[in-house]
Structures are given as structure tokens and as C-alpha cells.
């Protein structure tokens, strides 16, 4: 076990599961995405399990998922009654998406019987479900039993690449495996012509700003082929994790917005057929990916409209003085090597 893995494992030890009701899912809400060329309302379920057995062993070093999970076995009866009290306020959307804070193919979070029950219900009920999981749990003894139940319908797994430089997600992520088993994941979903979102990390921790573009561009370029959607996700400090212990100790600013936008501008010219999107999870806050304040707001809704709309002139009135400072930031922070401070103007 490396340093880093054991700090990611520390971290964690003294960490206590708030006390929660295993019948409840962790939430569900119904937002905007893309279905066959249309934007459509989709219904979103969080269903709360044991937890994500990477995070379990050590975990990712940005991960703070597990702060939702029950970190103890949750019955199979309390699953389903997850399942259905979501339902409860189901209304109907033809896309949904279900996720565990971890690997919905993961036999620990779910048993196969209860998974493909729920997977049956949803694959009647609407037109394309989409799930999370990591490349181990992407078999294919999983998906031909998942091609049994969905035949024609559209099912999609999200899997966190976070980047295509196995040295960066080795030793500044923490994820426990390589560039390699994606693709090999990639390939078996191909085969039974499943959808593959990879989600890829917009500023991962030890990168420079500029690093970071360059790494999450490059990424692009890598995986373009074997993805169906690019989905960016901007680092956010969450709770008990290696970017919060740094973050705290001055070490860490997550993503500029001016980042971001530079990324999806070059990552839609580079990415051929692939769909290009981005979440921007506490966008405009210190702990999300943030500019000076007073510019963010514009920012965070321009990426929303990209996402959907796939077009970048929505960027192109976004202006504002901190421009600036960010490029000050890129022309200068590998003087620093990397931790500088936040100087956008906010919190001085
Ligand atoms: S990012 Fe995914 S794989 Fe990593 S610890 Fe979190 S849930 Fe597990
Ligand atoms: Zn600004």
C-alpha cells in the first residue's frame, strides 16, 4: 500500500456513518438531459447501499461519496423498498437514471437478483436507464443478462476514468486501475451495443491549472472512440477526503470557471461524434470551481446550456476583469509548483 493510498484509508478512520434509514434512498429528483436528439425531463434516483468498495479498502482522493452511505450491509428487502419509495414520485420521464454512491454492478452494493428486478421495472417503464460503475463490475456475464432484460432500449453505464495518464490517476487520484481495463470495460459494453458516459476530472490534486487542461484535453483525444458521452466533472473539496485535508492546509483551489469553459471548447472541437458534458457540483462556491464571485453565476449557466445544447457559442459573451488573474495564475504557478493560493479575490 503507497502513501497515498494510506492516507486516503486515514482519513476515513475516524469517520462515523451518520445513523439513516436503509429503506429511504439517499434522494431522487427529476432533471434536464439529452434523449435521441431532444432534451427530456429525466428522473434521477440515488439509492443508499453499503458503499463503494474502493472507498471501502482506501478510495479516490476527491471521493466524499461515502459520506452517504451506510458503510454496513443494507438487506435486499430494504433495497427494493429504496426502489419504490422513489418510484413514489416518479412521473413518467422515458429516461432514468439510477445510481449508488459507488458501482451499481457491484454484487457487495447489490445482489443480481435485486438489481435486475429493479432494472426489469424501469426497462418497461421507460426508453434508456443509465448506471455508474467501475470497469471490474463491467462483465460479461453482468450485461448478457442485462441485454436479456432491455433487448432493443437504451442502457448506459457511467464509469470514472477521471483521465487517460494511468501516472495521474495512480498517484494524484488514487482509483485502483488502468487505462487499460476501461478499455477493456469499453469493449464488452460495445458488444452488446450498451452506451458508455466516462466521466473524466477536471483538475485532479498535485496538477497545476494549466496541467489540468492540458491533462483533461488530452483525455478527450484518448477516449473519444470508445465513448458515447464525455462528462466533466470539476473537482469539489469534499468531506474527509485527501483535497479536503490539502484544501484546508492552503495546497489545493479547485477549477477556475475560465478552466472549465477553456476545456469544453477544445474538447467539443476535438471529440468527433461523442456528446460533451459537464457538472459542475457546488460550481460558484470556495469548495467548487469557482472565478471571482461576480461572474460565476453567468459562468455556471453557460456550461448548464452547453451541456444541453452542445454548442459553444454560448461562451462566447462571457467576460469579466478576473480574466486576468487566471491567466496570472497559469503563466505563473509552476513557480510555486502548484500551490499557489486562491487569489481570484474572494476570500481575501
Ligand atoms: S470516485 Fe467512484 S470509485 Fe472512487 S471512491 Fe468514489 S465511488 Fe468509489
Ligand atoms: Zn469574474
Known sequence: MNELTQLCKLLKKDFTPRIRDPSKPVRCWSEKDFL?????DVYVIILRT???????????????YFNDSMWEKVSDKDLLKQFDRAMEN???????????SG????????????????????????????????PEYITDEKLSTIKE??????????????????????????KGFTFNDYKKAAQTLKKYNFKLKTYVLIKPLLLTEKESIDDSTSTVDKIKTYADTISFNPTNV????VVEYLWKRKQYRPAWLWSVVEILKTSKKLAG??????????????????????CDRKFLDAIVDFSLLQDTKVFEDLDCKCREKWLDQLDIENLGFGSLVDFSGRYQ
Open 273 to 294: 461524434n461523442a456528446r460533451i458534458k459537464c457538472d459542475v457540483a457546488g460550481g460558484g462556491s470556495i469548495r467548487g470551481a469557482h472565478n471571482c464571485n461576480k
Open 149 to 174: 432484460i432491455f433487448q432493443s432500449k437504451t442502457f448506459e453505464i457511467g464509469t470514472g476514468l477521471e483521465t487517460a495518464n494511468d501516472f495521474v490517476r495512480e498517484h494524484a487520484i488514487n
Open 103 to 134: 458501482s451499481f454492478l457491484d454484487d457487495n452494493e447489490i445482489k443480481p437478483a435485486v438489481r435486475n428486478e429493479i432494472l426489469r421495472e424501469l426497462s418497461e417503464k421507460t426508453d434508456k436507464v443509465s448506471a455508474e460503475s467501475r
Open 36 to 40: 435521441e436528439d431532444k432534451v427530456v
Open 90 to 100: 416518479y412521473s413518467g420521464e422515458r429516461f432514468v437514471k439510477i445510481f449508488t
Open 238 to 241: 469534499q468531506r474527509n477526503t
Open 50 to 64: 453499503r458503499g463503494c468498495s474502493w472507498a471501502l479498502k482506501s478510495g479516490c482522493t476527491m471521493c466524499g
